[in-house]
């Protein structure tokens, strides 16, 4: 099957300011893709590119297989889209605004926003402006997930919402990819999408600098470590180990960061008392960092791929 | 209700509607309420003390019949100082207003195409513009006994009403277009102010000045005014011209938002 969104060495300059510089992206159907990068990175950009908010200034861009441009309204009934800013008039109520959306997509059950305003605790009959900018920010998901459309476009979407709230927005996410839906959000922080995608794109100053799979990252993350012993120990056994990152020891305390396989660390571990031990869940941002921060090599593997 | 962006939008409409049509016909009713008085000789005699010119300049000629009366004052001034400041307002907000504040993309992220989104919010700004006229029109018949006002007719009252419709159905269409050509409300507005007060003045006084005839010929106000519907009833010419020119101004504004970025 096709692509649901691919776009080649796109770019979008705004008078003199880039916007995209030759952006490389490839969606497959069924896939949760997390669109990731710092601010100003042209995530936005390309999102709206896609909506045919905004045209790009050269390059290419497909989206179900079709030119945004030209798809025009009938590829737009087939998208669900999140706004980054999500702004709607404040004198209606969320019941009014999402029945009319719904019935510029041809309708929406009426049993279906509300089984979805239930899971998110949204409540459909205050007038918005009223509302918290959480609780509009539901009414955008709401929006973006009620026609169950082929492919959900969505930018920052978990911006302004609880915890609790982000983990049904998750489920939702979940139960979206595995009606066969496609998946495509955007987020400044990693940890926002890592639970849900499977794939992470990672653009900086408008280009793709590295696409992996989330549980190759995570495999590749560095986790911090820190270990109490019994008695002083010393510094030699193991700093020379593999994958053993900024090793220090103060005493009977042993802090490192470990970037591979656990295996030396551990048979180094034996041969000492060991009073306690803590390893990090994989941290991930750490490893975003690194792409964002001072992978010009990277970005140059990239594009040479 | 709210199947369409044309049925949301004139709902969405609805409150400063209400004030829109309370001063409009507020405004028609108080100058009509004082034509008996300014129908008097001694007021008559008042009035022609003043310079021609600076008559002329204000709109205030022909002051002593009724129709010539509401023609200098209602339909003269105020009535379409009001009618083109709602004009510029709601044709300003239908696109340049929604994309400044940010709605607009959600709009267009749906299956509404540019074209339909503008030809919608322009039928749904004249939806106002034809009730609050109406309003006009019933207002005046409601007093036109104690204002002395009657012999101006039904049918020639309602033509003044659509002509002040129209105008400002033409002011709507140039904000609008503007507004969509640009993105910019400002735009919006700067155009309307720049048109309505340049029309007005060259109507007025175009044709006494040298070289500035051409102003009269062109300014809107004179398709409103020149044919005095309120003396020879509904002027189909006139009234297809500023139709016509509505038309090229929303067609060529909505051209070119169909072919720009929408801001952020």
């Keep these: 099957m096709a692509d649901m969104i691919r776009t080649n060495a796109l770019t979008k300059r705004y008078g003199r300011r880039r916007g995209l510089a030759g952006l490389d992206l490839e969606v497959r159907p069924g896939e949760v893709y997390g669109f990731l990068g710092p601010n100003g990175a042209g995530k936005t950009t390309t999102i709206r590119i896609l909506l045919d908010l905004i045209r790009p200034t050269s390059g290419e861009v497909v989206v179900l297989g079709e030119t945004p441009r030209l798809g025009g309204p009938a590829l737009r009934r087939r998208i669900g889209y999140l706004p980054g800013d999500f702004v709607v008039g404040g004198a209606q109520s969320a019941r009014q605004l999402l029945t009319h959306l719904g019935h510029l997509r041809g309708g929406v059950a009426a049993a279906r926003i509300e089984a979805l305003a239930e899971r998110l605790d949204l409540d459909l009959d205050s007038r918005i402006g009223s509302l918290s900018k959480g609780n509009r920010q539901k009414i955008g998901v709401v929006q973006a997930f009620m026609h169950t459309p082929e492919l959900l476009v969505m930018d920052e979407p978990t911006a302004g ?15 979206a990819r595995t009606a066969g839906q496609t998946v495509f959000m955007s987020s400044h922080v990693l ?9 992470v794109g990672i653009v900086r100053e408008g280009r793709m600098v590295a696409v992996e799979a989330v549980d190759t990252l995570r495999s590749r993350a560095v986790r911090r470590v820190e270990v109490t012993f019994d008695a002083p120990v010393p510094v030699d056994a193991f ?3 593999p994958d053993l990152l900024d090793v220090e020891v103060e005493g009977t305390m042993l802090r490192a960061r470990l970037a591979g396989r656990a295996d030396p660390l551990v048979k180094a571990l034996a041969r000492f008392g060991v009073e306690s031990i803590s390893i990090e869940e994989p941290d991930l941002e750490e490893l975003f960092y690194v792409y964002y921060a001072g992978s010009e090599a990277g970005s140059e593997a990239t594009d040479a791929a | ?15 400063g509607l209400l004030a829109w049509v309370v001063g409009i016909t507020g405004v028609g009713v108080l100058y009509a309420a004082f034509y008996p008085s300014i129908n008097s000789p001694q007021m008559q005699q008042a009035l022609e003390a003043y310079p021609k010119g600076l008559l002329e300049a204000i709109g205030m000629t022909d002051v002593g019949t009724a129709a010539g009366y509401l023609g200098s004052t209602t339909f003269g001034l105020l009535g379409p100082a009001l009618i083109i400041v709602m004009a510029a307002a709601l ?4 696109i340049a207003g929604d994309e400044e504040s940010g709605r ?6 749906h299956p509404v195409s540019r074209w339909s989104l503008a030809l919608q919010r322009f039928c749904a700004l004249l939806v106002p513009m034809v009730l609050s006229s109406l309003a006009l029109w019933l207002a005046l018949l409601a007093i036109s006994g104690p204002a002395q006002i009657g012999s101006i007719g039904p049918a020639n009252m309602l033509a003044g009403s659509l002509h002040l419709a129209m105008l400002g159905i033409v002011f709507g269409a140039l904000a609008l277009a503007v507004g969509a050509a640009t993105g910019s409300r400002g735009m919006a507005y700067g155009a309307v102010a720049i048109v309505a007060v340049v029309g007005y003045f060259g109507n007025n006084l175009g044709p006494t000045i040298s070289g500035l005839g051409w102003l009269h010929d062109v300014s809107p106000f004179r398709f409103y005014a020149a044919g005095q519907p309120l003396q020879h009833g509904l002027q189909p010419g006139d009234l297809l011209v500023l139709a016509v020119i509505s038309g090229v101004l929303v067609l060529a504004g909505t051209y070119r938002f169909d072919r720009r970025d929408l801001a952020v």
Excluded: N
């Excluded at chain 2, 209700?1 to 409150?15: A, P």
């Design chain 1, 191 to 199: 940890g926002e999408v890592q639970r849900s995608a499977d794939r």
């Design chain 1, 239 to 241: 700093a020379g180990l």
């Design chain 1, 161 to 175: 919402l609880d915890p609790l709230v982000q983990q049904t927005f998750l489920e939702l996410v979940a139960e």
């Design chain 2, 1 to 15: 209700m709210l199947r369409s962006v044309f049925t949301k939008t004139v709902w969405d409409q609805r409150r």
């Design chain 2, 104 to 109: 607009l993309d959600l709009t267009l992220a």
């Design chain 2, 91 to 94: 044709g300003s907000s239908a």
